[in-house]
């Protein structure tokens, strides 16, 4: 089994430090969920897991070799992000026609048939100029592009960003019928997490610049509760456990429990416990200023 690995990177804007010593290894044949509050580096690590962007320092290897520069790794990995409807001299006026076109030139397993079969699936019109497509309408570009690379690495940020229900359904339902037909390794970067959450093999949260968690979705959740009730009972019974997301109301208290394996809650305390969603968990554990 191959794996995309990327140690100790770290990227700095100007004074900014967005990503710190981030280590984190993709193995091939999952689908996972990459999630994090705005500004915290999603896009970043991505960029540069695709070779798009260089690392400040660390390194990325693909199946033990450096990504940065490798033609032979980069042909097998897509990152399909937003297209501007500006270019450097005003409205972006190439086709989705063009943008195929290249597409088809950049990727060496490039699937004509399959993106010819999603752009008619989706209703998009090929000569169509790209600045005057709407933000649903871009998003279902990018996703062709990523569905048609047939690289084994594909990655796709905020895909579903402005696309209504019905068509957020047919991508998710696209996606998987591709990841079971090719066994590829997709990353999905979303802030609609709840309807997402059921694909997502694994999820990868990231907080401040650091991979907070990566781990099998379900068996997080299995692992997550929230527990409410009188303030001295909660305490008592989440004592000693990693807790998140506190919230008092008078004499009742919240939280939010990780527990680690071996742990339970204290004692028989009259509290409320409940099963969380990837969304409250999420929220719970990033829900701090950035």
């Known amino acids: 089994m191959g794996s995309l690995k990327c ?3 770290k990227k700095v804007y100007g004074k900014k430090e967005v990503l710190k010593d981030v280590n984190l290894e993709l193995e091939s044949g999952k689908i996972y969920g990459l999630i994090g509050r705005n500004g915290v580096g999603k896009t970043t690590l991505l960029s540069i897991l695709s070779s798009q ?4 320092s660390g390194r990325v290897t693909l199946d033990g070799e450096d990504v940065w520069e490798n033609e032979k790794c ?8 937003e297209i501007s409807q500006m270019s450097g001299f005003g409205q972006n006026n ?7 076109t290249a597409a088809s030139i950049f990727y060496p397993n490039w699937n004509r048939e399959l993106a010819k079969e999603l752009i008619e699936k989706f209703g998009l019109e090929p000569k169509k100029r790209i600045s005057k497509l709407s933000k649903g309408m871009l998003s279902m570009v990018t996703i062709v592009i990523a569905l048609a690379s047939e690289a084994e690495y594909t990655f796709l940020d905020e895909p579903v960003a402005g696309l209504d229900v019905v068509a957020r359904d047919q991508f ?6 591709e990841y079971g037909k090719s066994g590829r390794t997709f990353v999905i970067s979303t802030h609609i997490i709840e309807e997402a959450a059921d694909i997502f093999e694994e999820v990868i949260m990231l907080d401040r610049g650091e991979i907070l968690l990566k781990e099998n979705t379900q068996e997080l959740l299995e692992r997550a509760y929230h527990v409410s009730g009188k303030s001295e009972d909660v ?5 000693g456990l990693t807790v998140y997301g506190k919230e008092t109301m008078g004499r009742s208290t919240g939280v939010t429990v990780l527990l680690k394996e071996g742990e339970s809650l204290n004692g028989q305390y009259p509290v409320s416990v409940q ?3 990837l969304e409250k968990l999420f929220v719970a554990m990033c829900g701090a200023e950035v």
Do not use: Q
């Open 53 to 56: 962007n260089p690392a400040g």
């Open 275 to 277: 099963k969380l969603t």
């Open 74 to 81: 980069i042909d097998r990995i897509c990152f399909s992000r």
């Open 172 to 177: 998710y339902k696209l996606l998987l019928h």
């Open 235 to 239: 305490e008592a019974a989440t004592a």
């Open 94 to 100: 190439l086709k989705i026609k063009d943008y195929m």
């Open 7 to 9: 140690e100790n990177i």
